[in-house]
């Protein structure tokens, strides 16, 4: 089955800068990449994804880069906000819900 | 928001009795999920449902049975709950294949407690 990996599991930054979240994943087979925000005792919730027949996807501060070739697929959160701070993790999947998951990176944005 | 909620939203019970959560969505999605999430381990896939009466085994199904009569509803059962069954449970939905794709909407969670 798909296994997928999340680095940093944490990451702390300082208002304003980038954080920057990689995963890898295993199966060639996969071809839909999102990405979850869950805030304290919240739902995970749906924040950009990307497929695999395009290489980034940008929607305001955040973008995602995939590399198919590699199998890693990477967020990125230009000028960070306190607001940002959630655990966030990817996922992968060949369909959109049943999909494997990274274990998390905490992120923590100081102001 | 999309039209899912689980229900109950808290629950403890007792090691060796039967547990069953619920489902409930308004979206008339084809998929549904049942992930629990614990700490250091992100959210992990139990059971899904492709259609009524269509369900498969997610990555860590052992202990754990799932029904779906109806598009809305997917059940999902702890026969004999055990303390490790302890987690929060997440119900989600989805539309994909033909000519909609959408992302997984999660419900609000349950949090089981097994004493």
């Known amino acids: 089955g798909e296994n997928v990996e999340q680095h940093p599991s944490t990451l702390s930054v300082q208002e304003g800068d980038s954080a920057v979240i990689k995963c890898t994943y295993s199966?060639?087979?996969?071809?839909?990449f999102p990405w979850y925000k869950q805030e304290l005792g919240k739902r995970p919730q749906l924040i950009i994804d990307?497929?695999?027949?395009?290489g980034e996807k940008k929607d305001q501060r955040i973008a995602v880069t995939l590399n198919k070739t590699a199998k890693h697929f990477s967020l990125h959160i230009t000028e960070t906000q306190p607001e940002d701070s959630a655990v966030y993790f990817c996922?992968?999947?060949?369909?959109?819900?049943?999909?494997?998951f990274g274990d998390g990176t905490t992120l923590t944005v100081k102001p | 928001d999309a039209g899912i909620t689980q229900s109950p939203r808290h629950k403890v019970t007792e090691t060796g009795t039967p547990v069953t959560l619920r489902c409930h969505q308004t979206e008339n999605h084809r998929y549904m999920y049942w992930y629990r999430q614990d700490p250091g381990h992100g959210l992990r896939l139990i059971h899904y449902s492709y259609g009524v009466k269509d369900t498969d085994k997610g990555e860590v199904s052992d202990g754990y049975s799932v029904s779906r009569s109806k598009t809305e509803d997917f059940l999902l059962t702890l026969e004999s709950a055990t303390s490790s069954q302890t987690s929060v449970y997440f119900c989600a939905i989805s539309e994909w294949g033909g000519q909609t794709n959408t992302e997984a909407f999660f419900g609000q969670g349950t949090r089981l407690t097994v004493v």
């Open positions: 199966d060639s087979a996969s071809n839909y």
């Open positions: 990307i497929r695999s027949n395009v």
């Open positions: 996922a992968a999947s060949v369909n959109a819900g049943k999909s494997t």
